[in-house]
């Protein structure tokens, strides 16, 4: 009896079994086939490029600072203004520069004023200079006729000699005067000077960048006020690895794409800095860019270099299928489609380079149709 019933549940699974075959056949027949086109993995030579990170900086850039110490009275402009050559920027306070002003003045003026007394006294010495020359001279005469005693013609002589000795100091004085008042011509010079440190203004048209100064601070000479940049002259700064720098010299084209500018720079090398970043191992690399409005400093971009040409395989970009961090494409196997997944590399327009994962003649499916996915059945058409 046990046997009966034992060969009973066998036949009974065996026959479930020859049931579900026909189904799961019937299920896989009655799946509809997909139009596709494809196009073949092939080996291709594309021009090998060194991509290098790097961040936008303005080619001229100061940091404005004050002359002189003084507290700060009026701030003109805010970060972000754009400012002309020579536009106020900050304006000190003056009190102290003109109490000094007004002091150098004053002591000009009074050299000024002592000027007609030293002429008058240069005229009253030379007239008696000339009197006691006309005197001499007659006094010479007189002395050969023997009509007067040497002692007068002695103090005749005498009378010369000290009128000679008092237009020369009134000469001396005249020249001392003129030289204190051209002293204090350069007195007044100086403080003017002095005086316009305290309007601190804008050395060249740009845009303010960064303002560490409010009303009431103390400026110390030295000390940054503002930071301004040469608008519409602008460099990309590249990180490049040591070990690329000898493809790289100076005038070479780059292609440098950056955020937030929708089309590609086409620029060339500028610079090459000689020192290389310890940390980094990788040298800096200026290369000069376009005017182009959207350019701001600190943008960060990328830098793309030709170093020749290379064999690679290639693909249509939009067969790529992204999943997170996963890359996948389909190819048509015996009408089927498979999913391959792969790694890939430059982007070359609308062609990517593949890395791994597929192999030269593979049929890729591309464009993708909507809801197409792995062990679906396809058929090919051109």
Do not use: H
Not at 204 to 226: E, N, R, T, Y
Not at 329 to 357: F, N, P, Y
């Amino acid at each position: 009896m046990t046997k009966n019933i034992l060969f009973l549940i066998a036949a009974t699974i065996w026959l479930a079994g020859c049931s579900e075959a026909p189904k799961e056949k019937s299920a896989t027949s009655s799946q509809p086939i997909v139009v596709v086109s494809t196009v073949t993995a092939t080996t291709e030579t594309w021009p090998s490029i060194y991509e290098a990170t790097g961040t936008v900086r303005a080619r001229t850039t100061a940091v404005i600072s004050a002359k002189l110490m003084g507290y700060v009275r009026e701030v003109k402009v805010q970060a972000g203004d754009r400012v002309r050559e020579g536009q106020l920027l900050v304006t000190l306070d003056t009190r102290d520069l003109d109490v000094g002003s007004r002091r150098a003045e004053a002591a000009r003026e009074e050299v000024r004023t002592a000027v007609p007394e030293a002429d008058s006294a240069v005229a009253a010495a030379k007239a008696n200079l000339d009197l006691a020359q006309v005197t001499l001279g007659r006094m010479t005469d007189l002395f050969q006729k023997k009509s007067i005693s040497n002692q007068e013609f002695d103090e005749a002589s005498a009378r010369l000699k000290a009128a000679q000795a008092a237009y020369e100091m009134a000469q001396a004085r005249r020249v001392q005067l003129n030289s204190k008042l051209a002293q204090a011509d350069q007195e007044v010079r100086s403080t003017e000077v002095t005086r316009s440190y305290a309007d601190v203004q804008a050395p060249f048209a740009g845009v303010v960048i960064s303002k560490s100064v409010d009303p009431g601070s103390l400026a110390l000479p030295g000390a940054p006020l503002f930071t301004i940049e040469r608008e519409g002259a602008y460099r990309f700064e590249a990180s490049v690895e040591e070990s690329r720098l000898a493809a790289i010299r100076i005038g070479q084209p780059v292609s440098v794409n950056l955020d937030g500018v929708d089309r590609t720079l086409e620029a060339r090398v500028s610079e090459i800095v000689p020192a290389v970043d310890a940390a980094s191992r990788a040298y800096i690399v200026k290369i000069d860019l376009p005017a182009v409005p959207a350019i701001r400093s600190g943008v960060f971009g990328r830098a793309v270099f030709q170093l020749g040409s290379r064999s690679l395989l290639a693909i249509p970009a939009g067969a790529v299928t992204d999943r997170g961090q996963l890359q996948s494409v389909l190819v048509a196997d015996s009408g089927i489609a498979r999913t391959r997944l792969i790694t890939t590399g430059q982007k070359l327009r609308d062609w990517i380079e593949v890395l791994s994962g597929l192999t030269a003649g593979e049929k890729v499916i591309s464009p993708v149709p909507q809801g197409l996915s792995d062990g679906a059945r396809v058929e090919v058409r051109p």
